[in-house]
């Protein structure tokens, strides 16, 4: 674990117990409950800590209310300029973050390599966006009058992440948040808090180089259920962000919601491809593949359903049936695996159950679902990826199982296809693969698929930054990243300015 020590860490563990609240003002181990850290590549102790409390909560709240009154007057661009030497130290570090990625959440090197790459394209996104922070000049219907909006730093904003994507997900929040002029409380996954504090060394690294900077800019604290809820509940974040699965975003959303807070959730996806008669099958097919079981089906983007039509659906599926037994299974360190393990047991549990489900509700597994135990590390839980033929009305096709499990279902005309593309509850992603025109604008068109990401000719999963991430229905509607998300941590100012001798009222009022 030389990559440890690499990021600095030993500094953050005494007598064998890593830190729970960090952040360049300082650590310190949490006052709770401790807790080991498995890796899901063997089921190995890695890491012990402590559940972090809520008297601890309140110190590190307090202290980036603090960190906002500085924060809020440093300009923009030199904010940004931290976040340029954040990515600059990502770049330097890349190797190191990702290994950790992939010793906490199992991840293959490559996509955790790819991971570290998120966060490293977000700064260099925030770091031009820290220059370009704009509003708008609108006329006024007033003579001597002028009117503008500005976008002002919100306020310390909290951060709950998951273990899937332990680094991106923070970094699409917080290199957004700093350059806005907001502090950042983050806290991770349980199953990812070395994630977290590698993540925080880099940021401290940083920090360390301009000191006119608020050192509680950044926070990180780790802990169960209750600190997010107390987190949740604490009027003085304006913003919780939060990304997880539909009930706990349902209850983040009502626990803020409650005291007229923001939330910016990013939940569950149920996502789907088309695969039109016209489609280019070889391009499907390698699409079809590196959504399915990447990351080993653990994305929230990950492709779930695959509607494809009823001319075509047995050359697919038999084009699957190829590819699936070559993709190699392991240890997600080792050069050449395509499939590392699940998080841990009850992810397993979870997929049998909904294989179970598939079964009893008339699917059939046609494909893989067991658990691999031979050539792979004693400990984890590695499965060979599933692939079943079922109706596209089966509840448990409705549902988000966090493994890699793909529904074959098939279609007849395109609009039936869009119908079952937009049937669950879930609105994240969704894919067509066609050589038609027509077919493609449909599929995007106002009559088309529902998500917020919807996708011609490439997969569901493995979206740029440069867009706005996030989606409809379950998923929660909000939006990351990208685009105008930023807007997500300003607060928006309309100012009225006149500028003449008299003092006319809108709307023609005469007040005299
Ligand atoms: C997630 O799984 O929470 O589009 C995020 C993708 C990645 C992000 C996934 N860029 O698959």
Known sequence: LSFLSTLGMDALKSNGVFASVASANGHAQGEGEVFSVASPINGETVAQLRNASTEQLEQVVADASEAFRVLRTIPAPKRGELVRRIGNLAREYKEALAAVITLESGKITQEALGEVQEWIDVCDFAVGLSRQLHGLSIVS?????????????????????????????????????????????????????????????????????????????????????DLGQAICEDKRFPLVSATGSTAMGRSVAQTVGARLGRSLLELGGNNAMIVSPTADLDLAQRAIVFSAVGTAGQRCTTLRRLIAHE??????VARLLKSYPSLRIGDPSVQGTLIGPLIDESSFNRMQHALAAARAQGGEVIYGGERIEQNVPAGGFYVRPAIVRIAHDAPVVHEETFAPILYVLTYSSVEEAIEINNEVPQGLSSAIF????????????????????????????????????????????????GSDAWKNYMRRTTNTINYGGELPLAQGIVFE
Do not use: Y
């Open 311 to 316: 001319s075509i659906v047995e050359d697919l």
């Open 141 to 225: 219907e007033r003579p001597g009058h002028r009117m503008m909006e500005q976008w002002q730093p919100l306020g310390p904003v909290a951060v709950i992440s998951a273990f899937n994507f332990p680094m991106a997900v923070w970094s699409w929040n917080a290199m957004l948040a700093f350059v806005c002029g907001d502090p950042i409380v983050w806290k991770p996954s349980e199953k990812t808090p070395l994630c977290a504090l590698a993540c925080q060394m880099i940021v401290d690294k940083a920090l360390a180089t301009m000191p006119e900077m608020p050192k509680a800019l950044s926070q990180v604290i780790i802990g169960g259920r």
């Open 434 to 481: 066609t050589e038609s025109m027509r077919e493609a604008e449909l599929f995007m068109s106002a009559a088309g698929s529902d998500c917020g990401i919807a996708n011609v000719n490439i997969g569901t999963s493995g979206a740029e930054i440069g867009g706005a991430f996030g989606g409809e229905k379950e998923t929660g509607g909000g939006r990351e990243s």
